[in-house]
């Protein structure tokens, strides 16, 4: 049954591959944990002799010997445990690691729908909690099944060697002991899965009500967050509480059997040496087998729990690595970045509806390109697929001259800096967040701050661009942010520039000043806008139309403006009556 449950968790891939790397620690480390079992047995060996001596002869240098015996094997088990533990649990550490930054990475690489899909307390709970406990299970979890292992055989070995019915008097109920212990393993798996789940949960609502305390507070909803807090930490304890009972209810029948068996061996064994079939020493000896077999017992429930838990949070695992990747392609285009699409329909996974519905466009290298309608039109969409965090379908959606979907991700989105609409920065300093992914210099540093009209809030902030802007930037304004972003975007020097609404929170004349600077940029770039202030576009190149996933329009501010349709729609409705009439 150990053996089974253990066999679960040796399947992780990153587990075997860690072992074939680092074989010789692992081997040197199992020869020390054979080593020191085996010679454990020692001790009650030369015992039962010195008692024998003591009792049958008294002699005095014999018992001396016996004793500088129990002491020199004392020193060298001393010794191999204090390697066993170097090795296997140093080996365990490191491929804990290597499993935590493996499934990093993989998280990394997840497509958005599979990100949505987890909560994201949930998800840090998994990647931090998770690889931890299956490292109990491979690391001190399977050194001490195995110490057990080799401790039982040479005890066990001894033990038939002193009294073969002894032996069988003392292990008949540990064999008792296997049958009553299944039911509680099962019960201890199902607990030890649904203890992580909840604790995923509970991390997830505290990490939502801090990400959302600004919210929380203007609504004054703070009695009702800590409900449910408290609701999901109830829950937590009585989790943990029935596993606690279940893991109770294991160790205390290997107590009540191990006892049972000690007295089955007081009787039998005691009988045994008044019959003088057995001398005082064999007993003594034979006893102190039956302890180092007792607290392996003992241990018996605290590592079968650990590879429990170990199973059970490596099943959570794979299921984070099954969640779907995104695709990587492998080429990359040197032509200049033409955007094209070709009666591109896509509908995202699991909607009824297509989102886009056979788009066609030209858009030619060094453009700059507005994208508006209302909202859910599609415009959002269309910038998720040039960059595919979704995959359009194939033959559809080209860069360069070359289908989105054989582009390596890698290069496909060096080629285009991206502004989406949530402004997002890490909690670090200004000048760490616009260089993020950046080497650039001092110089254009200042040119991206002036061009993102971001230079000026410097002088309000207090270190300037080293001021730290707290966790998603949360001392900064709404519009600073926005402008971060795209002051980050800019060192990119990225031939595409993609901007999803990214100035919604400035006002109209720094927009149309940010948007004049964009236009005039050297070298000229692909500039797609998606945006709802018609009056940054005046100057556009081209304008895409988009209604209800369709593209109903295209050409430029004064050519749409001819013509009744959306867009005249759209601007009329807008603050710029007076730049409608005047065209009238």
Same mark, same amino acid.
């Not at 493996?102 to 729908?113: A, E, K, Y």
């Not at 269309?382 to 582009?407: K, Q």
């Not at 760490?432 to 254009?444: H, K």
């Given at each position: 049954?150990?053996?089974?449950?253990?066999?679960?968790?040796?399947?992780?891939?990153?587990?075997?591959?860690?072992?074939?790397?680092?074989?010789?620690?692992?081997?040197?480390?199992?020869?020390?944990?054979?080593?020191?079992?085996?010679?454990?047995?020692?001790?009650?060996?030369?015992?039962?002799?010195?008692?024998?001596?003591?009792?049958?002869?008294?002699?005095?240098?014999?018992?001396?010997?016996?004793?500088?015996?129990?002491?020199?094997?004392?020193?060298?088990?001393?010794?191999?445990?204090?390697?066993?533990?170097?090795?296997?649990?140093?080996?365990?550490?490191?491929?804990?690691?290597?499993?935590?930054?493996?499934?990093?990475?993989?998280?990394?690489?997840?497509?958005?729908?599979?990100?949505?899909?987890?909560?994201?307390?949930?998800?840090?709970?998994?990647?931090?909690?998770?690889?931890?406990?299956?490292?109990?299970?491979?690391?001190?979890?399977?050194?001490?099944?195995?110490?057990?292992?080799?401790?039982?055989?040479?005890?066990?070995?001894?033990?038939?060697?002193?009294?073969?019915?002894?032996?069988?008097?003392?292990?008949?109920?540990?064999?008792?002991?296997?049958?009553?212990?299944?039911?509680?393993?099962?019960?201890?798996?199902?607990?030890?899965?649904?203890?992580?789940?909840?604790?995923?949960?509970?991390?997830?609502?505290?990490?939502?009500?801090?990400?959302?305390?600004?919210?929380?507070?203007?609504?004054?909803?703070?009695?009702?967050?800590?409900?449910?807090?408290?609701?999901?930490?109830?829950?937590?304890?009585?989790?943990? =509480?029935? /596993?606690?009972?279940? $893991?109770?209810?294991?160790?205390?029948?290997?107590? %009540? *059997?191990? #006892?049972?068996?000690? !007295? @089955?061996?007081?009787?039998?064994?005691?009988?045994?040496?008044?019959?003088?079939?057995?001398?005082?020493?064999?007993?003594?000896?034979?006893?102190?087998?039956?302890?180092?077999?007792?607290?392996?017992?003992?241990?018996?429930?605290?590592?079968?729990?650990?590879?429990?838990?170990?199973?059970?949070?490596?099943?959570?695992?794979?299921?984070?690595?099954?969640?779907?990747?995104?695709?990587?392609?492998?080429?990359?285009?040197?032509?200049?970045?033409?955007?094209?699409?070709?009666?591109?329909?896509?509908?995202?996974?699991?909607?009824?509806?297509?989102?886009?519905?056979?788009?066609?466009?030209?858009?030619?290298?060094?453009?700059?390109?507005?994208?508006?309608?209302?909202?859910?039109?599609?415009?959002?969409? =269309?910038? /998720?697929?040039?960059? $595919?965090?979704?995959?359009?379908?194939?033959?559809? %959606? *080209?860069? #360069?001259?070359?289908? !989105? @979907?054989?582009?390596?991700?890698?290069?496909?989105?060096?080629?285009?800096?991206?502004?989406?609409?949530?402004?997002?920065?890490?909690?670090?300093?200004?000048?760490?967040?616009?260089?993020?992914?950046?080497?650039?210099?001092?110089?254009?540093?200042?040119?991206?701050?002036?061009?993102?009209?971001?230079?000026?809030?410097?002088?309000?902030?207090?270190?300037?661009?080293?001021?730290?802007?707290?966790?998603?930037?949360?001392?900064?304004?709404?519009?600073?942010?926005?402008?971060?972003?795209?002051?980050?975007?800019?060192?990119?020097?990225?031939?595409?520039?993609?901007?999803?609404?990214?100035?919604?929170?400035?006002?109209?004349?720094?927009?149309?000043?940010?948007?004049?600077?964009?236009?005039?940029?050297?070298?000229?770039?692909?500039?797609?806008?998606?945006?709802?202030?018609?009056?940054?576009?005046?100057?556009?190149?081209?304008?895409? !139309?988009?209604?209800?996933?369709?593209?109903?329009?295209?050409?430029?501010?004064?050519?749409?403006?001819?013509?009744?349709?959306?867009?005249?729609?759209?601007?009329?409705?807008?603050?710029?009556?007076?730049?409608?009439?005047?065209?009238?």
């Amino acid at each position: 049954m150990a053996a089974l449950t253990v066999f679960q968790f040796l399947r992780e891939k990153t587990l075997r591959a860690s072992a074939r790397a680092r074989w010789h620690q692992l081997a040197t480390g199992a020869l020390c944990l054979l080593l020191r079992n085996t010679l454990a047995v020692a001790a009650p060996y030369f015992t039962g002799h010195a008692v024998d001596v003591v009792v049958q002869h008294g002699e005095r240098s014999e018992l001396q010997r016996m004793l500088l015996m129990v002491l020199a094997f004392a020193a060298v088990t001393a010794t191999c445990q204090w390697w066993m533990r170097w090795l296997l649990i140093g080996w365990s550490r490191h491929t804990e690691r290597d499993m935590r930054s493996g499934l990093f990475r993989n998280m990394l690489h997840l497509q958005l729908q599979g990100l949505r899909s987890l909560r994201r307390g949930e998800l840090l709970t998994r990647l931090t909690s998770a690889p931890e406990s299956v490292r109990m299970g491979y690391g001190p979890g399977l050194m001490h099944a195995l110490g057990t292992a080799a401790l039982g055989c040479a005890a066990l070995g001894l033990m038939i060697s002193t009294s073969p019915l002894l032996t069988l008097v003392a292990i008949a109920p540990m064999l008792t002991l296997f049958v009553t212990l299944r039911p509680i393993l099962h019960r201890i798996h199902l607990h030890s899965t649904e203890l992580q789940e909840v604790q995923g949960l509970l991390a997830a609502e505290a990490q939502e009500t801090f990400s959302g305390m600004r919210v929380v507070k203007t609504l004054g909803r703070e009695s009702q967050r800590l409900a449910g807090f408290a609701a999901a930490s109830q829950r937590l304890q009585a989790v943990s =509480l029935r /596993l606690v009972r279940q $893991r109770a209810l294991f160790s205390g029948c290997i107590e %009540l *059997f191990a #006892g049972i068996a000690l !007295v @089955l061996i007081f009787v039998f064994g005691g009988r045994a040496v008044l019959q003088q079939e057995l001398s005082i020493g064999a007993f003594t000896a034979f006893s102190g087998y039956l302890n180092l077999l007792v607290w392996p017992m003992i241990a018996l429930g605290w590592t079968l729990g650990l590879f429990q838990s170990a199973d059970a949070n490596l099943a959570l695992l794979e299921k984070l690595r099954a969640l779907p990747q995104e695709g990587s392609g492998g080429n990359k285009s040197s032509a200049p970045p033409i955007i094209e699409a070709r009666k591109l329909s896509f509908r995202y996974p699991d909607a009824t509806t297509d989102v886009l519905q056979d788009i066609s466009f030209c858009l030619s290298a060094g453009s700059t390109v507005g994208i508006v309608g209302r909202m859910g039109s599609g415009k959002s969409t =269309l910038l /998720l697929l040039l960059l $595919r965090l979704h995959d359009p379908p194939r033959g559809t %959606l *080209f860069v #360069g001259g070359m289908d !989105v @979907l054989d582009w390596s991700l890698a290069d496909l989105r060096q080629t285009m800096a991206v502004v989406l609409q949530e402004s997002f920065l890490f909690s670090d300093t200004l000048r760490a967040n616009i260089l993020f992914g950046s080497s650039a210099s001092e110089e254009r540093l200042q040119a991206a701050l002036q061009t993102s009209c971001l230079l000026g809030d410097l002088a309000h902030l207090p270190h300037g661009v080293d001021t730290e802007v707290g966790e998603r930037g949360v001392t900064l304004s709404g519009g600073q942010r926005q402008r971060a972003c795209l002051a980050r975007a800019l060192l990119q020097e990225a031939p595409v520039l993609l901007l999803d609404d990214p100035l919604s929170a400035v006002d109209a004349e720094t927009e149309a000043n940010i948007c004049a600077s964009l236009q005039t940029a050297v070298p000229p770039r692909t500039t797609l806008i998606v945006t709802h202030r018609l009056h940054a576009l005046t100057a556009a190149d081209n304008i895409l !139309v988009f209604e209800a996933g369709a593209l109903v329009q295209q050409g430029t501010h004064a050519q749409l403006l001819t013509v009744a349709g959306p867009y005249r729609r759209l601007w009329r409705a807008s603050d710029d009556l007076s730049a409608v009439e005047a065209v009238s």
